[in-house]
């Protein structure tokens, strides 16, 4: 008979394993849920991971999907980090992108090379702002922040919702729920010549670095990991509790807002009230799968994009409905969770009295 | 206000509110017995296209309240067995749920999108619907909503009136002391998990098949926290889950209160729309203000994963 035991202490190797093994469990339900849905298993994978990847232009749109998820996610972590349940990066991305197209309205034609800096500043500030309200909540009132943050991820999409139908609206745009396309100097460069791929992912990259650099060489850093791991022993240090609310949530805000900003700044080139597609969701699954690591969070999120792009493929060619996608996110997540258990305890044959 | 718009708008917020109703008393039964699940979005979006589908299919809207609760409960049980049998993390847990359901449920749900069912007639209670002004409002509604008055009374009674009530809180407050004087704390946990997960699948099937006889994408719209901050908002207690559900389904449907006060300012139909989203915040803080409410009322070992050693 199967049984678990409990581990001493808990396995570094397996914290890393786990991931690994959920990813291939995943892929296993998926080739279930085709053959369930009559279609072929082997072909329906090969659209999920091989097809995506056959070319540069796959493989740019890619990194390009990736982007926002690892900058919304590698801010998440840093505050899932403390255990600061920041669950509203979806709105933070939308705030990013509201602030950054103020700004970009504003420069109207200006071909000014501050407008892209100011973009980048204002889509950050206003996703650090819409964390704000959380945070404060939190450190004021002692408001639960999981449903704050998340309360206003609705309330982001009926202001972007509000300002593409109002004020913002293309008056040449035949009534269509978007602004105008930004000027060229409000857009980001591309990267490779003849793909989307822009200077957003460079911003991903240098968040993941500074995460790194944050969560393990600096001392707010440490403070952050001490108060998610030992509460108690955060609490005797001295460590402030209302400064790693903030630095949490402001970090993921901030990031997200970047996020928002790169979304309409690259390849959107304009704000409309379909800017997200769940990105600040899908986030929270990358870090998780990620373990909250830099590192890891880069690969989750690759292998993320990789899920999003196959569900248009899938959709495409085997006319399945592109929410396939989020299913096999959420299944990643669920796998995840189920084989960390394997963090902190072993399978062992045999009943209970012969193993002790 | 006159009369008539006053039975209206009334008749409104009692229908506005009654998935919250179901819902959240659903999860203060399961959060009673220490498990917090976050994932109510998820399971009422699965429980609102499986019954659906099953009405579609089958033509009879009960066969798909069935349904909803079936699925709802489903879904719970894989919730349950993260965080009750491998003690995953809680709140990681129901996260999975919510997101995983959403997806599913608009994987699922896509081919019924530019259905509609038929809209089910609403049940006249002899007598006490002619009473002026209150009687059409509240006694001429769907089945479902004079269920979330009888579930309100069954889950009063089986909290503080009958045994396994009883036991039940006290797995709520000490899986520790519950387990050691014999009460097997995994399998009440899973039941009430369930049994929230069954009364969220109910509230979604309000939603699609009662509500607006129909399934779109994102229409549960959030309805699931909602329901979680009104279990905080009533710490824990049934009486106020009722009077928060009503008071947040007359913020969903304030733009009748507007038209009802012959307002003639042009809001921004959005504004109207985050209501809802704002007043679950500003409950949370003026709920939340003075910790030692939430500390004094919140069951004991709420979102703690207990493991018996033997």
């Given at each position: 008979m199967l049984r678990l035991e409990a581990r001493p202490q808990a396995s570094r190797l397996m914290t890393w394993l786990s991931p690994l093994l959920a990813a291939v469990l995943t892929l296993a339900a998926g080739g279930v849920l085709f053959a369930l849905l009559g279609k072929d298993p082997a072909e329906g994978l090969r659209l999920f991971l091989i097809a995506p990847l056959k070319d540069l232009y796959g493989l740019s749109e890619l990194l390009l999907k990736a982007t926002p998820l690892m900058l919304c996610a590698t801010g998440l972590a840093i505050g899932f980090r403390a255990n600061i349940w920041n669950i509203g990066a979806e709105g933070q991305f939308m705030l990013g992108a509201v602030g950054a197209t103020g700004i970009a309205l504003w420069a109207g034609e200006s071909e000014s090379a501050l407008v892209l800096p100011g973009m980048l500043l204002g889509g950050a500030l206003a996703g650090a702002a819409w964390a704000a309200i959380p945070a404060w909540l939190k450190t004021r009132f002692n408001a639960n922040e999981i449903l704050v943050s998340l309360m206003l991820v609705y309330v982001a999409q009926l202001l972007v919702s509000w300002l593409v139908f109002g004020p913002w609206k293309d008056p040449q745009g035949f009534n269509f729920p978007q602004t105008v396309m930004f000027a060229d100097a409000a857009l980001l460069p591309v990267l490779v010549d003849g793909t989307r791929l822009h200077l957003g992912l460079l911003f991903a990259l240098a968040a993941l670095v500074a995460a790194y650099v944050f969560m393990y060489r600096s001392h707010a850093g440490f403070r952050m990991r001490v108060a998610g791991e030992a509460p108690d022993a955060a609490r005797y240090a001295g460590f402030s509790a209302r400064r790693t609310i903030w630095t949490g949530l402001l970090c993921g805000g901030a990031a997200a807002g970047l996020a928002g900003m790169a979304e309409v700044a690259g390849p959107m080139g304009q704000l409309t009230d379909k800017l997200s597609l769940g990105y600040g969701f899908a986030a929270i699954i990358?870090?998780?799968?990620?373990?909250?690591?830099?590192?890891?969070?880069?690969?989750?999120?690759?292998?993320?994009?990789?899920?999003?792009?196959?569900?248009?493929?899938?959709?495409?060619y085997m006319n399945l409905p592109n929410s396939i996608a989020l299913v096999f996110q959420g299944l990643l997540l669920f796998f995840l969770l189920g084989a960390d258990v394997f963090i902190?305890?072993?399978l062992r044959f045999g009943s209970e009295a012969a193993g002790a | 206000m006159e009369g008539n718009l006053f039975t209206a708008v009334l008749f409104a917020t009692v229908v506005a509110g009654t998935p919250l109703i179901l819902t959240a008393l659903g999860l203060l039964v399961n959060e009673r017995a220490g498990v917090l699940n976050l994932g109510?979005?998820?399971?009422?979006?699965?429980?609102?296209?499986?019954?659906?589908?099953?009405?579609?299919?089958?033509?009879?809207?009960?066969?798909?309240?069935?349904?909803?609760?079936?699925?709802?409960?489903?879904?719970?049980?894989?919730?349950?067995?993260?965080?009750?049998?491998?003690?995953?993390n809680q709140v990681a847990s129901g996260l999975a749920l919510a997101i995983c359901g959403v997806g599913l449920a608009a994987f699922v749900g896509k081919p019924y999108e530019s259905l509609a069912?038929?809209?089910?007639?609403?049940?006249?209670?002899?007598?006490?619907?002619?009473?002026?002004?209150?009687?059409?409002?509240?006694?001429?509604?769907?089945?479902?909503?004079?269920?979330?008055?009888?579930?309100?009374w069954a889950v009063l009674y089986f909290l503080y009136r009958s045994r396994a009530g009883l036991v039940l809180r006290a797995v709520g407050e000490s899986p520790a002391a519950a387990h050691a004087i014999g009460h097997p704390v995994v399998l009440i946990r899973y039941l009430a998990v369930a049994f929230g997960g069954a009364m969220a699948g109910v509230g979604g099937a309000f939603l699609s098949v009662f509500y607006t006889p129909m399934w779109v994408e994102g229409m549960v719209a959030g309805r699931g926290w909602i329901a979680l901050a009104l279990v905080v908002f009533a710490t824990w207690r049934p009486l106020r889950v009722m009077l928060g559900a009503y008071l947040f389904g007359g913020v969903m449907v304030s733009q009748l209160f507007v038209q009802g006060a012959g307002l003639q300012i042009d809001f921004p139909s959005q504004f109207l729309s985050s209501l809802p989203y704002l007043a679950t915040i500003v409950v949370l803080v003026a709920i939340s203000r003075n910790p030692a409410t939430i500390r004094l009322n919140s069951p004991l070992s709420l979102g703690k994963p207990y493991r018996p050693d033997a």
């Open positions: 990358v870090a998780f799968v990620g373990r909250l690591h830099p590192l890891g969070i880069f690969l989750a999120s690759l292998l993320m994009a990789l899920l999003y792009i196959g569900g248009e493929q899938v959709q495409q902190r305890y072993r | 109510a979005e998820g399971m009422m979006a699965v429980g609102a296209v499986a019954a659906f589908a099953t009405a579609h299919h089958s033509g009879s809207p009960w066969l798909g309240v069935l349904a909803g609760l079936v699925a709802g409960a489903a879904m719970a049980l894989v919730f349950g067995f993260l965080a009750i049998t491998l003690q995953a069912l038929p809209a089910v007639p609403p049940i006249r209670l002899p007598f006490i619907a002619d009473i002026p002004l209150l009687g059409e409002a509240l006694y001429n509604q769907q089945a479902l909503v004079y269920a979330s008055w009888a579930l309100f």
